[in-house]
């Protein structure tokens, strides 16, 4: 066992000394009254969340088109002021020709490029319909849109995505996904 320990605590160490040379300077900060430097506005490192909503549609080789849309919630942390690293889940509705719901789970980032245009990438799971059932489908999910501040702490995305999932042992080769949609983040 104290091999173990010694493994984690180098481990936790080189993690800790890569973070801290990640990280971005300070640029839009106060310092308060006690000495406490204070975030300002429109800053992206730290935690952010938010809700989304997407509509669009999945295209199986065999079924044709398949109309959906998903409700999102995304979580994670800004790392610097252009790259934030989370999570996005949701639940998808799918209609016509198999009326169902399915979940999905993206572990998600995203590079701002400039100003407010993004770059995302996405790898996870998700519930996709085969026959008369919801199969896990491993792949993932690539897209761009642009951030609008609304104020001083909340910013809305309006962006496009092209998810790509793969049911293994199905018949279908793989499932083609466009969507559009619009998200919510508190940071």
């Given at each position: 066992?104290?091999?173990?320990?010694?493994?984690?605590?180098?481990?936790?160490?080189?993690?800790?000394?890569?973070?801290?040379?990640?990280?971005?300077?300070?640029?839009?900060?106060?310092?308060?009254?006690?000495?406490?430097?204070?975030?300002?506005?429109?800053?992206?490192?730290?935690?952010?969340?938010?809700?989304?909503?997407?509509?669009?549609?999945?295209?199986?080789?065999?079924?044709?088109?398949?109309?959906?849309?998903?409700?999102?919630?995304?979580?994670?942390?800004?790392?610097?002021?252009?790259?934030?690293l989370g999570g996005n889940?949701?639940?998808?509705?799918?209609?016509?020709?198999?009326?169902?719901?399915?979940?999905?789970?993206?572990?998600?980032?995203?590079g701002f490029v400039w100003?407010?245009?993004?770059?995302?990438?996405?790898?996870?799971?998700?519930?996709?319909?085969?026959?008369?059932?919801?199969?896990?489908?491993?792949?993932?999910?690539?897209?761009?849109?642009?951030?609008?501040?609304?104020?001083?702490?909340?910013?809305?995305?309006?962006?496009?995505?092209?998810?790509?999932?793969?049911?293994?042992?199905?018949?279908?080769?793989?499932?083609?996904?466009?969507?559009?949609?619009?998200?919510?983040?508190?940071?």
């Amino acid at each position: 066992m104290p091999g173990h320990r010694r493994l984690l605590s180098g481990l936790a160490l080189a993690v800790g000394v890569s973070a801290g040379g990640v990280s971005s300077p300070v640029h839009a900060s106060v310092t308060g009254s006690q000495g406490i430097e204070i975030e300002g506005a429109r800053d992206r490192r730290g935690l952010y969340l938010g809700p989304g909503l997407l509509f669009g549609a999945q295209f199986p080789a065999e079924d044709g088109f398949m109309p959906g849309v998903a409700g999102t919630f995304h979580i994670g942390g800004g790392v610097n002021q252009r790259l934030l690293l989370g999570g996005n889940f949701g639940l998808v509705r799918y209609f016509a020709p198999h009326q169902s719901l399915g979940l999905l789970g993206d572990l998600e980032a995203t590079g701002f490029v400039w100003r407010g245009f993004y770059l995302r990438a996405g790898l996870g799971v998700a519930a996709v319909p085969t026959d008369d059932s919801l199969s896990a489908a491993m792949g993932g999910n690539v897209g761009g849109g642009y951030e609008l501040w609304v104020n001083q702490t909340v910013a809305m995305d309006l962006g496009a995505r092209y998810d790509l999932r793969a049911v293994p042992g199905d018949p279908v080769d793989a499932r083609h996904s466009v969507l559009l949609g619009a998200r919510f983040t508190w940071y």
